[in-house]
């Protein structure tokens, strides 16, 4: 019994020291949600500032997609998804602490970078996800949404043949001598081109002369759409107008037609104008094709008065009196109507008078019908000069309409408008020159 007491207490000597070893090796290391706990209690709230005052974020890679574009209004609304990194030594640990490589955290228990748009009117960040990754070495993986709005003017002097590129500036900060600066990869792609009217053809990273890093989104418009419903309609009402032209002008039918037709126009840009594009500095040569348009019309009907006018009188002015009527035309009319009435009752007058009261009465006769004649020649003169001069006016809007098809053709083949949309950068100094905020070694 003795010797079995002493073989037990002899056993319990012996692996004591492995007893307390593995009660230490509990108190060393941690698994992840305690090494999380651990960095969460540290409370890092602030940027991991280097002895310069410098913060270096790499941004790994940049997914961009254009939700809309407001050619109204000039502005891209986007949604951009970056994928960041930076180093933050107090969020390491040694291999002997714990043996995971990363562990997650909350995103809101440590400090995150805040990213800066230079030529954002609006911006919206969140985080991708609600939790960050953490490696030993103290490297910190995280992901930002950015919604955001620029201003961005394209030139829409050739609308709706149009393409153009807009800026999205993504920068850090700079204050005196502390700054926040980005390291962005050139790794960007693009996701959902086609978004309604405008097509996103690509994205690009540009760096200028002076080292400053923008995002340039590469744009361009589906024509279809709008020739449909601008161009196509004004160009049908013209070459109608032009068709006007076969109607005859004496009755006033063409001058009522020509009258719809001008309606039409007015009531086709009244209800177009909240669509239309506005332009900025550079309108749009749509506008004056309008115009060109509406004032053709109205100088058509205008003219087909003029001819109608011209058709049934010899002046255009309507304050000139009408010609008298002539008093052997009276009594001509008088003597039918004598005559028509002796018809219906039968009774005829018994001429009197000698051979000389009737030579002179035939000669009046003929008098009145060679006068009728000379009115009827007269009035075929009027209809045949008024039909020269509508011949005239059809050549002319003819020739015209040519001529403007071609000085429209040649003027949006040239780069008449530029605009500048890099005007948005803050050329300012934050520096303070009294105050030295380099680091060196005493």
Not at 112 to 128: F, G, M, Q
């Amino acid at each position: 019994m003795i010797l079995q007491y002493l073989s037990f207490s002899l056993l319990l000597f012996c692996f004591s020291p492995l007893v307390l070893a593995n009660g230490n090796s509990t108190d060393t290391f941690c698994d992840r949600r305690c090494m999380a706990n651990v960095m969460v209690k540290k409370e890092l709230f602030s940027g991991p500032l280097n002895d310069n005052c410098t913060i270096l974020v790499n941004i790994t890679s940049i997914q961009y997609e254009t939700m809309s574009f407001n050619t109204k209004e000039m502005q891209m609304t986007s949604r951009i998804k970056v994928n960041l990194e930076w180093k933050d030594p107090d969020l390491g640990w040694m291999q002997e602490k714990a043996r995971y490589p990363t562990i997650i955290l909350p995103v809101d228990k440590i400090w995150t970078p805040r990213l800066v748009l230079d030529n954002a009117i609006d911006t919206t960040v969140e985080p991708y996800t609600h939790d960050v990754q953490v490696s030993r070495d103290g490297v910190v993986d995280h992901a930002l949404i950015l919604f955001t709005t620029v201003s961005c003017e394209i030139n829409l002097f050739t609308y709706p043949f149009v393409s153009g590129s807009c800026p999205v500036a993504i920068n850090g900060w700079t204050e005196k001598g502390c700054s926040l600066k980005l390291d962005i990869s050139d790794d960007v792609t693009l996701v959902g081109g086609d978004r309604g009217e405008w097509k996103t053809t690509g994205v690009k990273k540009i760096v200028d002369p002076s080292h400053r890093v923008y995002l340039e989104v590469f744009l361009s418009i589906n024509p279809f759409g709008a020739f449909v419903t601008l161009i196509l309609p004004s160009v049908l009402i013209m070459l109608t107008d032009l068709g006007s032209f076969s109607v005859p002008f004496e009755g006033g039918e063409r001058n009522t037609f020509k009258v719809t037709l001008v309606l039409s126009f007015t009531m086709f840009l009244l209800i177009l104008n909240d669509h239309l594009p506005n332009g900025g500095n550079c309108s749009p040569v749509l506008y004056y094709h309008f115009t060109f348009c509406l004032t053709c019309l109205v100088l058509s009907i205008l003219i087909s008065m003029v001819l109608t006018r011209l058709s049934v009188d010899d002046s255009i002015l309507i304050c000139r009196r009408s010609a008298k009527v002539h008093p052997s035309d009276q009594n001509t009319k008088t003597q039918s109507n004598n005559l028509d009435q002796e018809k219906d009752t039968g009774v005829t007058t018994p001429k009197t008078g000698d051979v000389a009261s009737e030579i002179a009465t035939l000669q009046e006769t003929v008098n009145i019908l060679g006068r009728i004649d000379e009115r009827a020649d007269h009035v075929e003169k009027k209809l045949a000069f008024a039909n020269r001069v509508d011949k005239f006016v059809f050549g002319f809007f003819i020739s015209i309409y040519i001529l403007y098809a071609i000085t429209v053709i040649a003027i949006t083949q040239t780069d008449i408008c530029k605009v500048n949309n890099l005007d948005f950068w803050d050329m300012s100094s934050n520096a303070d020159n009294s105050f030295d905020y380099s680091y060196t070694n005493a």
